[in-house]
C-alpha cells in the first residue's frame, strides 16, 4: 500500500500495528514509470479478464495545448543530413506532418492518426549557420465527429516579430483503428524494370543514402509512375517526429515520386507544398518491398497536382496521399545537382 491516498490514519496505524511498512509515494512513482521504460519493452504481461477501459468506449475530447520542443540537435542528424538541398540541410515534410501527429496522439491515449486534411507547408525549415528559434505545436480543443475525433494543428515558431512563423499547418482525424483497406489490382511483375539508382545519381532527386528507396522503376509515363520501393526505416529522435501508422522516413518516398513525375513533365525541380488528404491504412514495410504509384496528374501554370499511393505485395493500400500539390522552381534544379556534387565529394575524402 501507499503512504498517501486512500490509506487513512486508521488503516495506517493497521498496517504499523501488523509490521507491514507503506510505499514512499516518490519511491513507487518512480517504480512505476520504470516499468514503461524502454529496458522493459520486450517483458510479457498477462491480462485476466477483459481488456475494459476505465473510461468506457466513448470518444472523448481532449482540451487544445502547445508541446515545445527543440529541433537544433535535428542537423547532425544522420537522416536529416541526406535531406540537403544544396548545402543546407532541410527538414523533410513528411518529419513536420509527423510532428503533428506525434502531438495529436499523445495527447490522445489509445487513439491513432487515420487520416490527414489540408497539410500545408507555410515556411520549412531550414538547419542553416542562424541562430536557433523556439518552436512549437498547438492543438485546438479537439471534437468527435462520428467515430473520430478531429483537432486542428499548426507547428509555428518565434521569429522575433509580431506574429510566430507558421511552419506546418493541417486538421488530424483519430481513431482506435484505421478503416479497412482498399485493393488495387495487382501491377506486372516489371519484366525489363529499370535500376532506380539514376534518380539519385543524376541528381533528379537530391536525397542521400539514408532516404534513397526508390528502387525500381517499373512504368514511368506522361500518366503515371510506378515505382518499387525498400528502404530501412532509420529512427530519428527517438520517435519524436513520426506517428502509430507514420513513419516520417519511409513516407518521404511518396513525396520523392511526384517529384521525379513533375520533374519529367516541367523539366524543372519540384518540391512538395501540400497534402489535401492523407489516409493510412497501415505502416509502410520497413526493409521490405512495397509499390508506390504516382498518377491522377494534373498541371497547372506553377506545378503539378498527384496522387501518390503505396501498396503491399498483396495488392493493399497501405498509405495514400490525394491531391499533392508540387511546385516547380527553376532554380531548384541546380541545388539538386549541388546536393548530388556535394555527396560525391565527401564521399571520395
Known amino acids: 500500500a ?41 517483458d510479457t504481461r498477462v491480462l485476466i479478464g477483459a481488456a475494459t477501459a476505465l473510461g468506457g468506449s466513448e470518444l472523448v475530447p481532449a482540451p487544445g495545448r502547445i508541446a515545445r520542443r527543440e529541433l537544433a540537435a535535428l542537423r547532425h542528424d544522420p ?4 535531406h540537403r538541398i544544396g548545402a543546407q540541410a532541410v527538414l523533410p515534410a513528411t518529419f513536420g506532418l509527423g510532428w503533428l501527429i506525434d502531438v495529436a496522439e499523445r495527447a490522445h491515449p489509445g487513439l491513432r492518426v487515420v487520416r490527414v486534411r489540408s497539410f500545408q507547408v507555410n515556411k520549412g525549415i531550414v538547419f542553416d549557420d542562424g541562430p536557433d528559434i523556439p518552436r512549437w505545436v498547438e492543438l485546438s480543443d479537439s471534437r ?4 473520430r475525433v478531429i483537432v486542428d494543428a499548426a507547428a509555428r515558431g518565434d521569429g522575433g516579430r509580431a506574429l510566430p512563423i507558421s511552419h506546418y499547418t493541417a486538421t488530424l482525424e483519430l481513431a482506435a483503428a484505421p478503416r479497412t483497406a482498399p485493393v488495387r489490382p495487382p501491377h506486372p511483375s516489371g519484366v525489363g524494370a529499370q535500376d532506380g539508382a539514376s534518380i539519385y545519381t543524376s541528381a533528379t532527386q537530391f536525397h542521400g543514402p539514408r532516404l534513397q528507396g526508390l528502387r525500381q522503376v517499373l512504368e ?7 515505382v518499387r520501393c525498400r528502404l530501412t526505416d532509420t529512427p530519428v529522435a527517438h520517435g519524436a517526429f513520426a506517428g502509430s501508422l507514420h513513419s516520417p522516413v519511409l513516407a518521404d518516398l511518396l513525396l520523392q515520386g511526384p517529384s521525379v513525375l513533375g520533374g519529367l513533365l516541367l523539366g524543372q525541380a519540384c518540391l512538395p507544398l501540400a497534402i489535401g488528404t492523407a489516409e493510412y491504412y497501415a505502416p509502410l514495410p520497413g526493409d521490405a518491398d512495397f509499390l508506390l504509384t504516382v498518377d491522377g496528374i494534373r498541371r497547372n501554370a506553377n506545378g503539378i497536382t498527384a496522387t501518390a499511393t503505396a501498396t503491399g505485395e498483396d495488392g493493399r493500400v497501405l498509405m495514400r496521399f490525394d491531391e499533392l500539390v508540387f511546385v516547380a522552381t527553376p532554380a531548384m534544379a541546380a541545388k539538386f545537382a549541388e546536393s548530388v556534387a556535394n555527396r560525391r565529394t565527401e564521399t571520395a575524402q
Open 79 to 82: 537522416v536529416i543530413a541526406d
Open 220 to 226: 514511368f509515363t506522361d500518366e503515371r509512375l510506378v
Open 144 to 147: 468527435v465527429e462520428g467515430d
Open 2 to 42: 501507499w503512504d498517501g491516498g486512500m490509506v487513512t490514519a486508521e488503516l495506517r496505524a493497521l498496517f504499523t500495528e501488523r509490521g507491514v511498512p507503506l510505499l514512499d509515494p516518490a519511491t513507487g512513482a518512480r517504480a512505476f514509470a520504470n516499468e514503461f521504460a524502454a529496458a522493459h519493452r520486450a
